[in-house]
C-alpha cells in the first residue's frame, strides 16, 4: 500500500547528508556523527491537530489489529515506511499514567504523575524502539535484502527486547551482555526467546566496540540505540502523555539516562507535537543519572562547554551503568531546547525513592529510583514547586529487578541504610503470636 508520508535519515550534525530508511547505516558516511529520522512535515500538515488527536484517540481504543499498539497507532509520525504487513508487534505502549498524590505530597508536589513504560511486554520500554526496528527489519527482508540476524550490546533490557521482537519475527539475534553485570531475569529473557547469548568478561562500553566492529564487517543489522529507528518508536510516550492529560502539558518531566537516547526521543515527541499544533508549548524536561555513572552530569555542571568519557562504577541501576553515552549530543541538544537540567542520584537517595514511592503502591525499579530521587532534589530547592505538574519516567517494571528489592527489604545493599526495610516477620503458628504482630503493624 502506497503512503503519502514520508521519513527519512539525516546526519544529526546538519551536514545535509540524508539516507533511505531501508539502508543498512548507523552514520554519516561523511562526518561519522549520528542519524536522526526527520518526517515530511508538510504532508503531515495535511491533517489538522484536532483531526491527528481524534484519529489516535480512535485507535487507542481499537481492540486489535497492528493500530492497537500505542507506536503503530501513530505509524505516520513513526517509521510509514514500513508495510502493515510487515509490522512486528507485541502489544507495546498504551501503558498507564499514574496520579500518585500521596507520593507526590510528601515531597510537595501533588501533581506527579508516573508512566509505567515497563508495564510491557519484556518489562521495559525498549520495547517501543525495537517494535520499530524489528519491523523495519521485516521489510528489508520481504523486499529481498539480505540480513541474516540482528544484534546488540546491552545492559539486559534492550536484549531481552530484541530477542523477543526477533523471536516473533523468526530473525536470528545475537546480544553481547557484560557478564554478571545484569538482574537474573534480564538474562533469563533472550536466553529463552532463543537468542545467541554472548556474556563477556568486560563492561557494557567493552560489549558495544565489539558488535559495532562485527557488525561494520558482516551484514548484520545493528540494534543499539544509536540506531535512531529506535527513537521514533520511544518518543510515542511523549504523545502518550498529552493524550493522557487530556493534551496539556506538563510543566516537568523526569527521566533517567545512561546510553542518553531516550532523553533525546521524548524531546523529539513533544518537539513534533508542537510542530503540528497539538500542543502550545514544551515542557522542561530533568535528565537524572545515577552518581556513579555521572558523565553528563558533570558535563552538565560546566555548561556542556566540556565532556569526559568515564569507566562507569558500580551502581544498582545497572541498565544505567555507562560511562560514554554514544547518544550525548542529541541529550545535549535537547537539554539546551527545553530549559533542561541534569541531576544525579546516590545509591542511597535511588534506593531510599523507590522504597518511598512502593508505599503508594508503585514498585519501583532502580532507574525510575535515580528519576524519583531527582525530582525529590528539584523539589527539595524549590526548583519545582507545589504548583507544577510533573511525570516522571518509569523506565522498566519492578519484578525485573526482584534481586534488588529483596537486598534493599534483607538489608543486604552494600552502601544503603534500607530506612524503609519491611522483610517479613517469622512467627512460630501461633494465633497470640499472629494477633498481636498484626496490632503492631496496624498501630505502628
Ligand atoms: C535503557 C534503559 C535506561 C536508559 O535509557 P537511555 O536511552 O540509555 O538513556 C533507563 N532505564 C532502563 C530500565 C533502561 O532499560
Ligand atoms: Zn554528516
Excluded at 524531546?267 to 513534533?272: A, N, P, S, T
Excluded at 542520584?345 to 525513592?353: I, K, P, S, V, Y
Aim: charged share 20%; with cysteine; glycine share 8%.
Amino acid at each position: 500500500m502506497k503512503t503519502k508520508y514520508r521519513a527519512w535519515f539525516r546526519c544529526f550534525a546538519g551536514c545535509d547528508e540524508v539516507y533511505e530508511l531501508d539502508e543498512i547505516i548507523y552514520r554519516c558516511r561523511r562526518c561519522d556523527s549520528l542519524l536522526e529520522v526527520r518526517h515530511d512535515t508538510d504532508a503531515l500538515r495535511q491533517r489538522g491537530a484536532q483531526e491527528w488527536k481524534e484519529l489516535f484517540a480512535r485507535r487507542w481504543r481499537s481492540p486489535s489489529g497492528p493500530f492497537s499498539s500505542g507506536v503503530w497507532g501513530k505509524k505516520e509520525w513513526v517509521c510509514p515506511r514500513v508495510d502493515d504487513a510487515n509490522i512486528v508487534s507485541l502489544g507495546e505502549g498504551h501503558t498507564p499514567l499514574l496520579h500518585v498524590p500521596d507520593f507526590g505530597g510528601r515531597i510537595g508536589v501533588p501533581d506527579v504523575h508516573v508512566k509505567l513504560c515497563g508495564n510491557s511486554h519484556t518489562g521495559s520500554f525498549k520495547d517501543l524502539g525495537l517494535t520499530v526496528l524489528v519491523s523495519m527489519v521485516q521489510q528489508m527482508r520481504a523486499e529481498g535484502k539480505d540480513v541474516p540476524a540482528v544484534a546488540c550490546a546491552s545492559t539486559g533490557d534492550t536484549s531481552a527486547a530484541v530477542a523477543a521482537y526477533c523471536a516473533r519475527a523468526g530473525i536470528r539475534s545475537v546480544v553481547f551482555l557484560p557478564r554478571g553485570k545484569i538482574s537474573p531475569a534480564q538474562l533469563v529473557q533472550p536466553v529463552a526467546n532463543g537468542a545467541l547469548t554472548l556474556a563477556l568478561d568486560t563492561d557494557f562500553d567493552g560489549c558495544m566496540d565489539l558488535v559495532q566492529q562485527v557488525c561494520s564487517k558482516n551484514n548484520i543489522y545493528l540494534a543499539n540505540s544509536m540506531n535512531s529507528l529506535r527513537i521514533e518508536g520511544q518518543k510515542t510516550v511523549a504523545v502518550e502523555i498529552c493524550q493522557q492529560l487530556g493534551w496539556e502539558v506538563p510543566d516537568w518531566v523526569v527521566i533517567p539516562g545512561g546510553n542518553l537516547g531516550n532523553v533525546s526521543a521524548l524531546g523529539l515527541g513533544f518537539e513534533m507535537m508542537h510542530e503540528l499544533r497539538l500542543i502550545d508549548r514544551l515542557p522542561r524536561i530533568c535528565c537524572v543519572q545515577s552518581a556513579q555513572a555521572n558523565p553528563l552530569y558533570l558535563s552538565y555542571l560546566k555548561n556542556f562547554e566540556s565532556f569526559e568519557p568515564q569507566t562507569a562504577r558500580e551502581t544498582l541501576a545497572t541498565a544505567i551503568q555507562i560511562g560514554n553515552p554514544v547518544s550525548l549530543c542529541k541529550a545535549v541538544s535537547t537539554l539546551k531546547a527545553f530549559g533542561g537540567i541534569a541531576e544525579e542520584a546516590t545509591e542511597e537517595e535511588l534506593a531510599d525513592a523507590c522504597a518511598q514511592a512502593d508505599r503508594s503502591g508503585l514498585f519501583t525499579d532502580p532507574h525510575t529510583g535515580v528519576a524519583l530521587a531527582g525530582l525529590i532534589k528539584l523539589a527539595g530547592r524549590g526548583e519545582i514547586g507545589p504548583a507544577d505538574r510533573v511525570v516522571v519516567i518509569s523506565t522498566a517494571h519492578g519484578l525485573k529487578f526482584a534481586q534488588f528489592k529483596i537486598g534493599y527489604h534483607w538489608k543486604e545493599l552494600e552502601g544503603v541504610e534500607s530506612r524503609r526495610a519491611n522483610p517479613p516477620v517469622e512467627l512460630p503458628a501461633d494465633y497470640d503470636a499472629v494477633v498481636s504482630a498484626i496490632f503492631e503493624h496496624i498501630e505502628a
